[in-house]
């Protein structure tokens, strides 16, 4: 069958194709995808052509013309004979998937897992789940969170969910820090006890962020502070936003090196944490242990019914709903308009 699918062709350079799928085979799924979500921080990193994988000789599957998108909701339209599960057609699932209207998903790799919708959870919502699970990893890595105070430096898409899934998970109060006001105003409206805007001014004594966190505090720092801003040199103001003893995850992925970091001072000495807690790593098996247990699809069931109960809040969250062919012009407003782009979900039925 003939499929339509997004590509980015070249850096800055986006479009459409058809695509021929096979009928699927013993050990796949082919879903048919309602809506898909844009993760800014990694579709625009191959959309400028700055992923460090493209140019990684053994990531063969990060080349141009490349298929971005890795989050999406649809139904399953047909099974192959030897899958396992209880699949049919009809069901209703959450999928790591492209921007694509079909997908074929090979059980058992890693791209090739997808979970059942709650009744009543609508595509779009569902379509974030994947996206969503980047941002829970803040919240797992710490291990306690009920009543701990959290800021999130960053307050993209990433960013955002990891606010979230703390405000979920009992953290509080939480504090949300970026430059962009649209941004801020989100995460008040997801339930941000506050925000600050680290933008230097000096006419308004406006821009130590750290002086403004504990003032809001009443404290040195926070026990709990998410990175997604992707920014090396964001770490080391992370760091100093954490009060002593607290932690520090990296949720956001900082390609590159930051220029300096006093490790002696601002680590050792404060006795914090500083851990990493990418969305794929943190829910393998050689890191359940570390992660409290935790697996892919007990994170991806629980995203599923706190976004269905509402106890995961989406408010303020999308701001653009594109067809296929507007996904260029949403990768520009994403990295040039970030007053007005936020959240992108892509319809397909």
Not at 156 to 181: E, K, N, W, Y
Not at 216 to 242: F, K, N, Q, W
Request: net charge neutral; aromatic share 6%.
């Amino acid at each position: 069958m003939n499929v339509k699918q997004a590509v980015v062709l070249e850096a800055y350079k986006v479009g459409t194709r058809e695509v021929d799928l096979p009928a699927p085979a013993a050990n796949q799924i082919l879903v048919k995808c309602h809506v898909s979500a844009v993760s800014a921080g990694t579709e625009l990193a191959v959309y400028t052509g700055s992923h460090q994988w493209l140019k990684d000789p053994k990531m063969t599957d990060w080349k141009f013309p490349f298929k971005p998108g890795y989050s999406a909701a649809g139904e399953v339209v047909a099974v192959g004979a030897d899958v396992p599960g209880g699949w049919k057609a009809g069901d209703r699932v959450s999928y790591p998937g492209n921007h694509a209207a079909y997908e074929l998903l090979t059980i058992g790799h890693e791209r090739g897992r997808l979970w059942k919708l709650p009744d009543n959870l609508d595509y779009e919502k569902a379509s974030l789940a994947c996206i969503a699970r980047y941002g829970l990893g803040a919240s797992v890595r710490v291990g306690v969170t009920l009543a701990r105070s959290a800021a999130v430096l960053g307050l993209g898409v990433i960013g955002q969910f990891a606010l979230r899934c703390l405000i979920a998970a009992g953290a509080h109060p939480v504090v949300g820090i970026d430059a962009v006001a649209m941004r801020r105003q989100a995460a008040l409206a997801a339930g941000a006890d506050h925000v600050i805007d680290p933008t230097p001014d000096p006419s308004a004594s406006r821009g130590d962020v750290k002086q403004a966190l504990s003032d809001y505090l009443h404290a040195r720092g926070a026990e709990v502070v998410a990175d997604a801003t992707g920014v090396p040199d964001a770490i080391p103001t992370a760091m100093s936003l954490a009060c002593d003893g607290g932690q520090v995850v990296v949720v956001g992925s900082p390609r590159g090196k930051a220029a300096a970091v006093n490790f002696y001072d601002d680590l050792h000495r404060r006795y914090i944490e500083v851990t990493g807690a990418h969305g794929n790593m943190l829910f393998e098996p050689a890191h359940t242990r570390l992660a409290g247990a935790w697996g892919i699809d007990k994170a991806q069931h629980w995203l599923l019914a706190a976004l269905a109960s509402g106890r995961l809040s989406l408010a303020g969250l999308v701001t653009h709903r594109i067809a296929p062919e507007g996904l260029g012009e949403a990768y520009e407003g994403l990295l040039k308009n970030k007053d007005e782009y936020l959240g992108v979900t892509m319809k397909w039925v």
